[in-house]
């Protein structure tokens, strides 16, 4: 009899060629174990759950952190939360769908279906001047002005100086191609110009008629295909691209060139969705990991990026009535006051991005993890048993289930599932074994688990005979 490691630990990768690779990963994240001297060198950790922290009337469209509070739109409301959680309604923010923000240190720019000005110090929300606008589907600021995409144009326009008000002669065109351009975003000091299908860096010029220009050279043959995709991770940019030669994959930045970070998989799938250009995304930093969490709300999928590990993992909203995964409630985030704060996508609800709560506002979270093939040459393996490596005895005295099943023909159809409970409170020494596996020529197990427990998992073992 023979012990082999099963591969437990592992990132999301799927195909429809389920004999290629059939692994999947869904409200777990892979996490290297950098110690060097631990008996596991990796192991997967629970996603983060929710906390409610804020009810609103309507569904959240935008939140952003100024240094005393948080402005948050919700229906057709502009709020201020303050860090005694303190809200005040501020005034009518038009439109649906999510809103930009920029801010200059003494007033905030919005934008919606239409753009907004909240100054920050007498506290009054006020449309911006129209004169000379030209329109804007988003907002960024650089060097003392306001900075917007022109709708459905190859343009931007900027404001006057320190003021959110503009003339008609206040704008450029993208230069490099004749593709509109889908965002404008300010990026270490440079605006970064993404059109549908090409991307270019302009810098600051110092002359007040024509304060931006384009840097010579600083091209990219990359565009965007879902604009709310677009989002500043660390000191990159990171979205959904199209070129001139498809689309579909996720690229992130590096200097002034875009580099793939999608796998096979991910972008086959993406590429079988019907639609697209609705997806949106945000990025945020929580305990040592920085994440992109991109989600296709046509599709119900949530894809998430972890760059610490360059790995991905899905997550979900397990919707308990029709007993279906959609896609992650989060649709906008900010970072307030130590917390991560987001907004549900369809309620009036703020929630906290909790790493150590084990459900999403009281609903269920149902975590997965299926193994790649294990004995993909096809020979005839006996599995006496699986003992599976996990972190037990450190939650409550509810005594939570694993459920464990298997497939043996490339997760097409799965077995009855097996189920263990791994330990109340206290019990440390909780062992999680598996017995009477039957036999197979090529086999997947699938681990799963609903019940509020944070479950860690370290690894696997399994007892097995020719």
């Known amino acids: 009899m023979n012990v082999i490691d099963l591969p437990i630990v592992g990132q999301s990768y799927h195909l429809d060629d389920w004999s290629i690779d059939c692994q999947k990963t869904l409200n777990f994240y892979p996490q290297a174990v950098e110690s060097g001297n631990s008996p596991n060198v990796s192991a997967l950790l629970p996603t983060p759950g929710l906390v409610q922290r804020f009810t609103f009337d309507g569904a959240i469209r935008g939140l952003y952190a100024l240094t005393d509070y948080?402005?948050?739109?919700?229906?057709?409301?502009?709020?201020?939360?303050?860090?005694?959680?303190?809200?005040?309604?501020?005034?009518?923010?038009?439109?649906?769908?999510?809103?930009?923000?920029?801010?200059?240190?003494?007033?905030?720019?919005?934008?919606?279906?239409s753009a907004y000005e909240y100054n920050m110090k007498t506290g009054v929300l006020a449309a911006v001047p129209t004169e000379g606008f030209l329109g804007a589907s988003d907002v960024t600021f650089l060097d003392s002005r306001f900075v917007w995409t022109v709708p459905n144009s190859g343009q931007i326009q900027w404001s006057n100086l320190i003021?959110?008000?503009?003339?008609?002669?206040?704008?450029?065109?993208?230069?490099?191609?004749?593709?509109n351009l889908v965002r404008t975003v300010v990026v270490n000091g440079q605006l970064w110009l993404i059109g549908e299908k090409t991307t270019e860096i302009w810098t600051s010029t110092g002359n007040k008629d024509l304060p931006y220009k384009r840097m010579s050279g600083a091209f990219i043959p990359t565009g965007c295909a879902a604009k709310n995709s677009v989002s500043l991770f660390g000191s990159?940019?990171?979205?959904?691209?199209?070129?001139?030669?498809?689309?579909?994959?996720?690229?992130?930045?590096?200097?002034?060139?875009?580099?793939?970070?999608?796998?096979?998989?991910?972008?086959?799938?993406?590429?079988?969705?019907?639609?697209?250009?609705?997806?949106?995304?945000?990025?945020?930093?929580?305990?040592?990991?920085?994440?992109?969490?991109?989600?296709?709300?046509?599709?119900?999928?949530?894809?998430?990026?972890?760059?610490?590990?360059?790995?991905?993992?899905?997550?979900?909203?397990?919707?308990?009535?029709?007993?279906?995964?959609?896609?992650?409630?989060?649709?906008?985030?900010c970072f307030f006051n130590g917390e991560h704060l987001v907004g549900d996508r369809e309620k009036g609800l703020v929630y906290r991005l909790c790493s150590d709560c084990s459900d999403d506002n009281g609903d269920t979270i149902l975590r997965e993890r299926i193994t790649p093939l294990i004995n993909p040459q096809a020979t005839r393996i006996v599995f006496d048993s699986v003992e599976l490596s996990l972190q037990v005895g450190q939650d409550s005295n509810i005594n939570p289930l694993i459920m464990f099943d298997w497939s043996d023909d490339e997760g097409r159809s799965w077995s009855n599932d097996r189920q263990l409970n791994i330990g109340a409170i206290g019990e440390f020494k909780k062992r999680v074994i598996f017995r009477r596996l039957g036999q197979s020529f090529g086999r997947v197990f699938r681990l799963k688990i609903s019940d509020p427990a944070r479950l860690v998992i370290l690894g696997a073992k399994a007892r097995v005979r020719a």
């Open 70 to 113: 948080v402005l948050c739109v919700a229906g057709a409301k502009l709020y201020k939360i303050d860090k005694n959680d303190i809200v005040s309604e501020i005034g009518t923010i038009g439109g649906a769908g999510i809103v930009y923000f920029a801010d200059d240190s003494v007033r905030v720019m919005i934008v919606g279906s």
């Open 163 to 179: 003021s959110s008000a503009t003339t008609a002669l206040n704008y450029a065109t993208a230069e490099a191609k004749s593709d």
């Open 236 to 333: 990159s940019l990171i979205w959904l691209s199209r070129s001139e030669h498809g689309q579909s994959q996720i690229v992130m930045t590096e200097g002034y060139s875009a580099k793939r970070i999608s796998t096979h998989a991910i972008e086959a799938e993406i590429a079988r969705y019907s639609r697209i250009d609705d997806a949106y995304a945000f990025a945020y930093q929580q305990d040592g990991h920085a994440f992109y969490l991109l989600s296709f709300p046509t599709e119900k999928k949530t894809w998430c990026f972890d760059a610490v590990t360059n790995m991905w993992h899905e997550r979900s909203y397990y919707n308990s009535t029709s007993y279906k995964h959609e896609h992650h409630r989060a649709i906008v985030h």
